[in-house]
């Protein structure tokens, strides 16, 4: 059986025909962008997480901050308060 899949041709002749991208290039950036529109809450908190860990954040900061940028996502979830930031992270 086939997975049915969307087409996303007209978006990536677009940005070829806008921008200096290369066919290839513009597909990338198309998935790209999908995926991280496709992105869970909990993702979102790991990830943010891990890169701020690794820029040398300490926790309190880093889940203030991921507090601040949640609600500014395309879609913002329910609000999480720190104690539940900390749950998805070390869950």
Known sequence: ?????????DLIDHLVRSTALQR???ARVVLDVLAYFDETTEEFVRRRHRELQARGLTNPDIFERISD????????????????LRRIVYS
Do not use: I, K
């Open 1 to 9: 059986m086939l997975e049915s899949r969307p087409s996303y041709d």
């Open 24 to 26: 290839g290039e513009a």
């Open 69 to 84: 940028e949640l609600p500014h996502r395309a879609v913002a979830p329910p609000e999480l308060s720190l104690r539940q």
